[in-house]
């Protein structure tokens, strides 16, 4: 057989499964645009994300979704086909906007509750925490009976805010509307203590060892279920978009099948167990 038969032979061959692999590829997205146009999401092929930028959880980097939980919807929503638009606000203006239905989703740290449940539908559980106080490592405040006469600060709109109001005795739950905002004035030593997202409290520990802030596991009371209770991170997805839940489900179950739920953490230094 003379080289030139050889090398077209090979060649075909080669042109064949080429062929063969676009034609899988051309398959794949095909079948993916027809899911994304049955996930009915608010802009066709697009899901809007709702997020506050809280770092190491979210944020918006050269227009993509970074952090942990970023991350992890931005796989959910590749394998869907839908193309991420990021939407970043203050928590309470997201959570307005996810319940309005301007947003598919929202997460970051999200927690459970019974009055979320109630205008969006609220995703399997993603990673769980439990609360912490964040306070100078001068102090080693654990109980809800440390707060007596203390500054407690933390973020208007989360899931703790009411029972936080109701601890006997307690100073003030001052309430802000960023965590950037509520760390100013815990390091300032304008409050005493606040409960942020731990994730968050870490990260600025590890890059600003110069605050001398630790946070310290807080002592369960039954009188307080949510603050006493692990916490479920979880995303709201808009009240109506039935198959979009399914699927982000879906998606979240591969995640913790797979451990890529804890690879996107560690990535981002969240290794705490």
């Not at 927690?111 to 001068?138: C, H, N």
């Not at 991170?233 to 804890?262: F, H, P």
Request: glycine share 8%.
């Amino acid at each position: 057989m003379s080289m030139s038969r050889s090398r077209t032979r090979w060649t075909t061959r080669a042109r064949g499964a080429l062929f063969a692999f676009s034609a899988l590829l051309i398959g794949l997205s095909a079948a993916a645009q027809a899911l994304a146009q049955e996930l009915d999401t608010i802009e066709p092929g697009k899901l809007i994300v709702g997020i506050n930028g809280d770092m190491p959880m979210t944020s918006v980097q050269d227009g993509q979704l970074i952090g942990s939980d970023g991350k992890m919807i931005a796989k959910i929503a590749a394998d869907l086909g839908l193309e991420v638009v990021p939407s970043q606000a203050d928590w309470a203006s997201v959570i307005e906007a996810t319940s309005s239905g301007r947003n598919d989703v929202m997460l970051g740290a999200m927690g459970w509750t019974e009055e979320r449940s109630k205008v969006m539908t609220i995703s399997d559980p993603i990673y769980y925490f439990g609360t912490l106080l964040a306070q100078k490592t001068s102090n080693n405040y654990s109980t809800f009976a440390d707060m007596a006469g203390k500054k407690v600060g933390t973020v208007t709109g989360f899931t703790l805010v009411p029972e936080l109001k109701a601890v006997p005795g307690i100073g003030e739950a001052k309430l802000y509307d960023t965590s950037d905002a509520v760390m100013r004035d815990l390091v300032a030593g304008r409050i005493d203590m606040a409960i942020l997202d731990p994730p968050l409290v870490e990260l600025a520990i590890a890059e600003h060892p110069e605050w001398d802030l630790h946070q310290v596991e807080l002592q369960p009371d039954p009188a307080f279920p949510i603050m006493s209770t692990k916490y479920n991170v979880v995303m709201g997805v808009r009240k109506d978009a039935t198959a979009l839940a399914d699927a982000i489900n879906a998606g979240i179950a591969e995640l913790w099948d797979t451990c890529q739920n804890q690879a996107f953490m560690a990535e981002y230094g969240v290794t705490n167990p």
